[in-house]
């Protein structure tokens, strides 16, 4: 059975050659078996993390032996999957409609969307096509065996909560500290609150498992 084939759409963060190094290692046999990544397409957005590094992270995923291509349609053409890795969450809704044609799977990496808004359409688009979308620490080691211990009656995690000068107000970091309260403590609570360095709380509820609610 051949590889899975995986194109990777942005190349702007360190998760590019990430995912390259597991699928396809430096030696053509990564640490994950069954699935390479074959043709990445660079697609910086006007974020300067972006445009600050996507020549430096293209180069690195093309160490690994694949095909940078020029458009979308390069890219996605002939492959099984694909990741949507474009560091800015702005881009995601018009990157996943692009993709919809194709029916093919779709991961979509950190921050999911910006706005509740563009996520509720990305949602009515995965009806189209499988989507999915998950911070990694949800499936962390630690966490995995931290709740294999007994049950959980509260929750304290802690992580980066970098904030960007164009996205002002949106914790890009935000999502793994969400997941990893979810995963341990399910849906249904009534409320958590989160403190960063500044001193402002951030708070979230969810009300009978409805999912989360910015107040």
Not at 14 to 34: D, K
Not at 73 to 79: I, L, R, S
Not at 148 to 153: F, I, N
């Amino acid at each position: 059975m051949r590889d899975l084939q995986f194109g990777m759409l942005g190349v702007d963060t360190s998760h590019g050659p990430a995912f390259a190094s597991l699928l396809n290692g430096s030696n053509g046999r990564g640490e994950i078996q069954g699935a390479k990544i074959v043709t990445p397409f660079p697609e910086p957005s006007a974020l300067s993390i972006s445009m600050d590094r996507v020549g430096q992270f293209t180069e690195e995923v093309r160490s690994y032996g694949v095909k940078v291509t020029k458009t979308i349609e390069e890219m996605v053409e002939g492959v099984d999957a694909v990741l949507i890795l474009s560091a800015d969450g702005a881009c995601h809704l018009d990157q996943l409609k692009r993709l919809v044609p194709w029916g093919k799977p779709v991961f979509i990496d950190k921050p999911f969307a910006l706005t509740g808004v563009d996520a509720e359409e990305m949602k009515e688009l995965a009806r189209s096509l499988p989507v999915m979308s998950s911070s990694a620490l949800r499936f962390a080691e630690g966490l995995t065996v931290a709740l294999g211990k007994g049950a959980v009656c509260g929750a304290s995690v802690f992580g980066p909560v970098d904030f960007l000068k164009e996205r002002p107000g949106f914790s890009w970091y935000g999502i793994h500290m969400v997941e990893m309260l979810f995963r341990a403590l399910g849906t249904g609570r009534v409320r958590w609150e989160g403190l960063h360095a500044e001193g402002n709380m951030e708070g979230w509820e969810d009300r009978k498992g409805e999912g989360d609610r910015r107040r």
